[in-house]
């Protein structure tokens, strides 16, 4: 500060007013800093350090005694033992892996669609909308858990209800009455079956959609109408562009949302091991980094696609 | 007859009439089809998203036998509360949900008010970690909290920070770590931090709306001489309160719904609503009932305690609802 004092009294008259602003400056910044402070400590406790910690315990042969944990260097053993030697592992990882395939576009697909009927303007929109956040609220991991395991086939066999979906609408009935292939009946079949789960997965992507829509100016929507665009074109060339950024947020939270929820299959043997002894946290610690890492090159592989057909297209203006 | 002649009429008339009142009428009946159209994927999609909701209620108030009539539907002759009773005692409802509040609903509040500091700071100053902290935001959101529970809850058992108080430990054999597992600070200490349950999308909403607000009232309230926490609380806090909404309704809804790091960090007497749901069709819990598995009485019994559950936080949405609809308008993420 001192050093700083000395150098401005011996400037100039016009550096010196430079100088004051750049003090400014820098006490903003400081003042910035000062805002996020907690945060950084927060970062480093609560998500770096960890972070680093779970990908060291991994590699090691963690136990428990005298009140405190030991970690013993094993190399790729708990790697080793995920992979090759757990029967389990690796079909639970393709099985949610493949619901990430299965879900993703039906979910933000839904989610868009939705959002754009609860988007316009008609008698009963706030009504609509309320009821139709409501998954975010009910939907709760553990909630779906048991509303699916009070229709499970154990009890369905006592001969008390089917499944939630074919209670409600009795999907063999339409299929028996649509008279279709046997395959394309399963499939719709299928799909009816997990429309709850899609459904009830689609809550806080249509918050994000509308909230998205919102900030779209309407100066965009004034100019294509006086263009003569139909409602179609302006759907393509203004609503999606403009959506894109919101669409990959949509996208990576549906990921995140798939690949944790309480019924997911990796999660759940991840956890039952994280209950038990100490002994198996190496083995829960590498299965987690095995699927995190298959799962965020997936969403790499998604983002970058996006990115380059998309992003840049729209970015662009529509068709270049 | 009459209808049919009616609508005879109105054919000949719209083939007799000129073409703009031909093109006006095709409009209206196109705009009343459509609206039509939006009603009825509205209303069944509505359907859907109510249906397990019916289902809940209609299958907790029923009575045993009332499971293998065949004519029963939705609604019995005999309803019960008995069911209730029973989840009500898994449950151990009273003390779960006080214990939910303790423990996630204060560090929700606390998460609301750390979350927006730390995104008034990245949204309004310019300094240069700025892009690495953005980073760090978005690794926060896409890095699932499951990937740092365990080292989490292993440092809880010896809370340090840094490992300087392991090296006071090593030193002098003085051991302060303290065990703070089944304490608050296990959920109040992340909160605070602006690091709790689901922090990253919070703090990015917040932002995306900073962004969006006038800079020019804070740099007025700057010059006036109102230091920059003075100008956060005083203009840009009492302005945000969409955003306020917004966050609260998402964070509430989180916290309440909370399981895997309740269950990992507290003990089974401070459980919160949620984990004691989760394992009410455990053979522990439903073994006081002297349930056998293929009782159809457990059915009623896990919706009913679905309900229980589901309830306090619909009432609170009931009471936020229009505020929170309206707030998603204005709030403008933008991704």
Known sequence: MTADEIKTTNMPQNTLKKKKHKGIESLKSTYGRLFVLHWEIGLLLFFVMPLFQSFYYAFCDVSFSGGEYHFQYAGLKNYNEAINVDPEFMNNVSASIGEIFASLPVIVIISLILALLLNQKFKGRIFFRGLYFLPVIIASGVVIELLFMSTSDELSSAGVSGSLASNMISVEDIILWLNLPTQIGAFFGNLLNNIFNLIWNCGIQIVLFISGMQSIADSLYEVSKVEGATKWEEFWFITLPMLSRTLILVIIFTIVELVTAKNNVVMTQAYTLMRGAATKYGLASAMLWIYFIIVGVIMGIIMFLFGKFCLKRWDTGGRS | ?335
């Open chain 2, 1 to 335: 007859m009459k209808v049919v002649s009616a609508v005879k009429d109105s054919v000949i008339k719209f083939k007799n009439a000129s073409s703009e009142t031909r093109y006006k009428a095709l409009r209206k009946a196109n705009g009343v089809l459509a609206s039509l159209l939006r009603y009825v994927i509205l209303i069944g999609i509505g359907y859907i998203i109510l249906y397990p909701l019916f289902y809940m209620i209609s299958s907790s108030f029923r009575t045993k036998e009332s499971f293998y009539d065949p004519s029963v539907i939705w609604i019995t002759s005999e309803l019960t509360l008995e069911n209730f009773s029973y989840s009500w005692k898994i449950l151990d409802y009273g003390s779960s949900v006080l214990n939910t509040i303790i423990y996630e609903m204060v560090s929700a509040a606390i998460q609301i008010i750390s979350c927006s500091i730390v995104a008034y700071g990245l949204a309004r100053f310019e300094f240069k970690e700025k892009k690495i902290l953005t980073f760090f935001m978005f690794l926060l959101i896409l890095v699932p909290s499951q990937m740092m529970m365990l080292p989490i809850f292993m440092n809880y058992s010896k809370l340090d920070f840094l490992g300087i108080l392991g090296m006071l430990d090593s030193l002098t054999g003085i051991d302060i770590r303290p065990n703070v597992l089944n304490s608050f600070w296990t959920f109040y200490l992340p909160a605070l931090l602006g690091v709790g349950i689901r922090s990253g999308i919070i703090i990015y909403i917040y932002i995306q709306f900073f962004k969006g607000l006038p800079k020019e009232l804070e740099e007025a309230a700057w010059i006036d001489g109102a230091g920059p926490f003075k100008t956060y609380l005083r203009i840009a806090l009492p302005s945000s309160g969409v955003v306020i909404t917004t966050v609260t309704v998402f964070s509430l809804i989180w916290h309440w719904n909370d399981y895997s790091l309740s269950s990992m960090y507290l003990y089974s007497e401070s459980w919160p609503v949620a984990v004691k749901l989760s394992s009410i069709n455990t053979p522990e819990a439903m073994g006081t009932l002297r349930l056998d598995s293929n009782d159809p009485l457990r059915i009623a019994i896990m919706m009913s305690a679905c309900l229980l559950f589901v309830v306090p936080i619909l009432i609170v949405y009931l009471f936020l609802q229009r505020k929170f609809v309206k707030s998603i308008d204005r709030v403008g993420i933008t991704g």
